[in-house]
């Protein structure tokens, strides 16, 4: 096993692997919420840090974020994937349960729910909107189309649970929060108008202010997609090449996987009317 370089290597205590994308900053958000110390180490996506040997050993998928925690008696415990560093750290790190909810009760249940909402729809379908509308290097109009249809059709499904509740899970502040958080500051850059949800948009002004969240959003750099700095009109060159070192890094990364989908008989059907 490739041992990380000796800059990159976890130290004690509770070490988040992340970089200035969106998922890593949940992580950061909870650790200043908890008040836990944490060592952060910065992966580097172009020079190929994330799929090194070394950080493909901590997380095989090679995607940040990932925690390695070096407990006082020198165990480790690695977890990767946002929602489970979350789950973990709100097991290690809130025995008192004021950001989570007790496991196996119905509130945590909950809690789990939502949480999963925001790792296996509410996110990836924004973060597809944001690819199909920010970076593709030639116009995909039915995938722009589709993707914002579906990030639209989540966030009125998030705005109907903050219509009768205060916080995303319940009547508290949880990691579901903080997982559902980072789209929502990010849903211009996604495509979607934030505006046309005043419940998302209430609860999103209310968490913004908490300075766990500020903080958070501060590590490693300030969080670059928030709403107001993707119309910030000194920074259109930022993003101009933003979106063009990410189109061609996107489109190179995806090069080495391509290939065409298995055929079935039923193919191309769909593209007939009827």
């Known amino acids: 096993m490739a041992t990380a370089p000796p800059e990159k290597a976890p130290k004690p205590g509770l070490n988040i692997y992340g970089t200035a994308a969106v998922n890593p900053y949940k992580l950061t958000i909870a650790a200043e919420e908890l008040g836990i110390p944490?060592?952060?180490?910065?992966?580097?996506?172009?020079?190929?840090?994330?799929?090194?040997?070394?950080?493909?050993?901590?997380?095989?998928?090679?995607?940040?974020?990932?925690?390695?925690?070096?407990?006082?008696?020198?165990?480790?415990?690695?977890?990767?994937?946002?929602?489970?560093?979350?789950?973990?750290?709100?097991?290690?790190?809130?025995?008192?349960?004021?950001?989570?909810?007790?496991?196996?009760?119905?509130?945590?249940?909950?809690?789990?729910?939502?949480?999963?909402?925001?790792?296996?729809?509410?996110?990836?379908?924004?973060?597809?909107a944001t690819h199909f509308n920010r970076y593709t290097y030639e116009p995909v109009p039915y995938g722009s189309w589709r993707y914002t249809a579906e990030g639209r059709r989540l966030n009125s499904v998030l705005d109907k649970q903050l219509s009768t509740h205060p916080y995303v899970a319940g009547d508290r502040l949880t990691i579901a929060d903080m997982a559902v958080f980072l789209y929502t500051t990010s849903a211009t850059w996604c495509g979607v108008d934030i505006n046309e949800y005043p419940h998302v948009k209430t609860w999103h002004d209310k968490v913004a202010q908490r300075p766990g969240f500020q903080k958070g959003l501060q590590i490693p750099t300030p969080y670059p997609f928030g709403n107001g700095a993707v119309e910030d009109p000194t920074k259109l060159e930022w993003f101009l090449h933003i979106r063009q070192a990410g189109a061609q890094f996107i489109k190179a990364s995806t090069e080495s996987w391509k290939g065409d989908p298995v055929p079935l008989a039923s193919d191309f059907a769909n593209y007939e009317k009827k």
């Open 38 to 128: 944490f060592n952060y180490i910065s992966l580097d996506m172009v020079k190929g840090e994330l799929q090194s040997e070394w950080y493909r050993a901590i997380n095989p998928n090679g995607k940040a974020p990932a925690i390695v925690h070096v407990r006082d008696d020198g165990t480790t415990q690695t977890v990767f994937e946002s929602a489970a560093c979350l789950l973990y750290m709100a097991s290690e790190f809130d025995k008192e349960h004021k950001f989570s909810y007790p496991v196996g009760t119905p509130e945590y249940w909950t809690q789990l729910s939502w949480l999963t909402w925001q790792v296996a729809s509410h996110g990836p379908m924004m973060g597809q």
